[in-house]
């Protein structure tokens, strides 16, 4: 038995005293306990959710499984994908020893003539378009809205853009 599995009923007769265990008083007892045992019941509910939500964060794994779960929990195709993502380009001066140099007008002496080479911003090199996308089989019915509800609730603050497709 664990800390929050409680029998009520038998808790209840087996704390009342022998001399009184007869079908009023017990009836009467039971009647007494019935909104806790509703309040127990609730509470019950509540820490499964709660379990739940705690045992699933923004992880991939953990989202795609939070979301098999409720929409396709026979088939489990639902999955994850990454976002496109492009390596930005690092500038390295000469001593640094590094393979991209830019001509610096204080290294005029060097002879090494670099090849041309686009530099970006750091919003252009970041992630282009979708943070994930969310890949979500044909055959299945579900609720768009639900789902990103589920998708925002768990996923990580920073990955602000995600798309739900289907495959």
């Known amino acids: 038995m664990s800390l929050f599995n409680i029998n009520y009923d038998s808790l209840s007769y087996q704390l009342l005293p022998v ?10 007892i039971r009647c007494l306990i019935a909104p806790v045992k509703w309040l127990y019941n609730l ?16 992880q991939v794994v953990y989202l ?7 929409f396709d929990p026979t088939g489990r195709g639902i999955y994850i994908e ?19 140099w830019l001509g610096v007008s204080s290294e005029s002496s060097t002879t090494f003539v670099p090849v041309p080479q686009v530099l970006y911003t750091d919003a252009e090199t970041s992630l282009l378009g979708n943070a994930f996308v969310v ?15 589920l998708i925002n609730k768990y ?13």
């Not at 499964?48 to 045992?55: G, I, K, P, S, V």
């Open 19 to 28: 001399r009184l265990r007869k079908m009023k008083a017990v009836a009467w």
């Open 43 to 58: 509470f019950t509910i509540s820490r499964q959710r709660h379990l739940y939500f705690l045992a699933h964060n923004s």
């Open 64 to 70: 795609a499984a939070a979301l098999n779960d409720l």
């Open 82 to 100: 990454d976002g496109q993502y492009e390596d930005p380009l690092f500038v390295y001066t000469v001593p640094e020893v590094r393979p991209l």
């Open 135 to 149: 890949k979500v089989p044909v055959a299945l019915v579900f609720d768009i809205q639900r789902m990103m509800a």
């Open 155 to 167: 996923r990580l603050a920073g990955k602000n853009v995600y798309q739900i497709v289907t495959y």
